[in-house]
């Protein structure tokens, strides 16, 4: 019969060799699927994943902050952190000097990218901020909530936001149901909006005036995601 004790010491000595093999590898390393080159992330990405306009930077949602990275290496850069809730969307300024962030605290936090700190505040939802997408000019933000569709209309519309004031510009008003996504064309003077469940319809909006221009039909089902040519 073998010595428990012995065999107590080979298996500690296997656990600390393993250890010391362990620290000595990049975690973020392990398992990578085919052409993948690293692992980025601590937590849960509670929404969306952006880079700045230059390519460097790569901002990361998560349920405690925004995590930025240097996109080239991976490596850490910082988390900015002040939103009470979990952050669930995130959008560089045109010239990536600008950080938006929307979380279900309900706010809209706008982050100077150099010293990543909290240059402004928007607070004028019931809901969570579901989404928020600069204007090419960067002059302009758009924003979706995502609340109770039974218990509040706010979350059918888009709101449109001065970035420099934080005043709020316009409620864009037609969706019959949840707004789900939206997105700017590259000359800024149309949003796109999606919504779900019984009004799965694309809308093209006058961003000067606030008007619809025209709904466009056929979807079946929710929009996640738009973008223009």
């Not at 100077?112 to 002059?139: L, M, N």
Request: charged share 20%; hydrophobic share 40%.
């Amino acid at each position: 019969m073998k010595n428990p004790r012995l065999l107590n010491v080979a298996l500690l000595l296997v656990c600390v060799l393993f250890a010391q093999d362990s620290r000595a590898q990049d975690h973020t390393l392990w398992g990578l699927p085919e052409g993948a080159i690293a692992r980025i992330g601590k937590g849960r990405i509670s929404g969306n994943i952006a880079y700045s306009p230059d390519g460097t930077l790569l901002a990361v949602t998560s349920t405690i902050g925004i995590w930025l990275y240097d996109a080239p290496t991976g490596a850490e850069i910082a988390l900015l952190t002040g939103h009470g809730g979990a952050v669930l969307s995130v959008d560089f300024s045109p010239d990536g000097r600008t950080l938006v962030s929307g979380s279900s605290d309900e706010m809209i936090r706008l982050w100077d990218v150099e010293s990543r700190r909290q240059k402004a505040t928007i607070e004028d939802y019931e809901e969570q901020v579901h989404s928020v997408v600069f204007s090419p000019d960067g002059k302009t933000l758009a924003s979706i909530s995502s609340g109770d569709i039974s218990s509040s209309t706010t979350e059918r519309t888009i709101r449109l936001w001065d970035v420099e004031s934080g005043q709020h510009k316009a409620t864009l008003e037609g969706h019959l149901d949840r707004v789900t996504a939206v997105a700017f064309s590259p000359d800024g003077k149309t949003l796109a909006s999606g919504a779900s469940w019984d009004d799965y319809w694309i809308r093209l909006w006058d961003v000067e005036s606030g008007q619809l221009k025209t709904t466009l039909k056929g979807h079946t089902d929710t929009t996640t995601a738009l973008a223009f040519s």
